[in-house]
């Protein structure tokens, strides 16, 4: 029981931090929209796998707003903010192969800096916590690195869900109401950058910041 818990703990963990660098190799918003789901639903594994095993059924119930929120309705209302159009990265501040040499240097930062707390909280998950330490800063470069904003609401996810994680692992999960309120905070963050981005989208055709930053100017 414990060797299958610990792999599928592992497994789940390692899913969420490999879509968070997929995200900088892909460039076309429908591959980015089924990584965001995969990673959605990674994350709920997590909390499902980690409320399984300590017979929590908070936790159980949060894994099931995590599979429903980030596994489904955010990616599902990321693609709407898209139009449905199969946009594509074209000129990204970072380049691919840039950000995937940046992605694996914050990687070592994460899993070197983090080792203290990693040891403090021990056990299978506390081994994990630096995977939720590399997936928050994988979030931020693709924040700073991706010009379109659909990118962006993928790298302000990303954040999201390291956080996330490292509390997952560091606690065994977070109060459930807890969890459902930030996940319902990120949800209306969604909701309120599609209705932007689908006005921007209305009044100018595109939505890459810097054409847009040209208009302003």
Known sequence: MS????????LAAGAVLICAVVVLWVTSTRSMLIVVATQGTALGCVAMTLGVHVGDAGLIATAAVELAVKGLAIPVLIDRAAGGALDRERRPLVNVPASLVASAALIVLAF?????VAT?????????VPVGVATLLVGFLVLVSRRRPIFQMVG?????NGIALVAFLCTAGVPFLIEVGVSLDVLLAVVVLMVLAQRLRSEFGDLDL????????
Do not use: K, N
């Open 3 to 10: 060797s299958a818990y610990s792999s599928t703990l592992t």
């Open 112 to 116: 070197t800096a983090a080792r203290g």
């Open 120 to 128: 403090f909280v021990g056990a299978t998950s506390g081994a994990l």
């Open 156 to 160: 302000l996810l990303l954040v999201d």
């Open 210 to 217: 810097d054409e847009l930053r040209e208009l302003h100017d």
